[in-house]
């Protein structure tokens, strides 16, 4: 089934990153400590990498798959990102391919563990879509821009439903309106 570039932004590229934030804001809205929820915040965490790798290998890979994707999305060129460069190698094995794990270092960089990066791939990636909107023919950058502005608003709702602060994946510091300032994540 062949897709214009419009329609595989709309279904499938739209469906991951829908995906990806709706995944990140469950994640931020329940801390470890709810202990009668740790394996919906477990399994939100392992559901935001997995959308989270995808785009990152959409947007950032140069193998023949992401290629062909962003052709048909009409980008020629892959983007940049430093989180995906860094992270690369541990959301593959630690978060996606049990045939390995067992046999990798734990996914530690610079004293920060995997599991703490959900909502900084979740901004990168935000981010990575608004360059992908003013990168791409009009026609695909329109459909990019109204489900991006779709997607946030939902999680927007969704962490107002959930009694979170305001949270917004769009704005550079989505929890910028947090109490406290930091994220109830640990830092390591």
Known sequence: MAQDGPTFA?????HAFNCMIGAATLWVANPPESESI??????????????????YE???????????????LGL??????????????????????LHGRWS??????DDEHLKNQVAMFACDIVGLWSDLE????????????????AVIGQARRAADDLGL???DWSAPEPFAAWEGGP????RS
């Open 10 to 14: 709309r279904t499938h590229v739209a």
């Open 38 to 55: 740790w394996r919906l915040n477990w399994t939100a965490e392992y559901a935001a990498f997995a959308h989270q790798r995808a785009l």
């Open 58 to 72: 959409l947007f950032c890979d140069d193998e023949t798959g992401a290629r062909r994707g962003r052709e048909l």
């Open 76 to 97: 020629d060129d892959s983007l940049g990102s430093d989180p995906w460069r860094i992270w690369r190698q541990h959301l593959n094995t630690a978060a996606l391919h």
């Open 104 to 109: 990798e270092r734990d996914p530690v960089v």
């Open 134 to 149: 003013s990168l791409t023919p009009a026609d695909v950058s329109a459909v990019l821009k109204r489900t991006r502005l």
């Open 165 to 167: 602060p305001p949270l």
């Open 183 to 186: 994220k109830w994540w640990p």
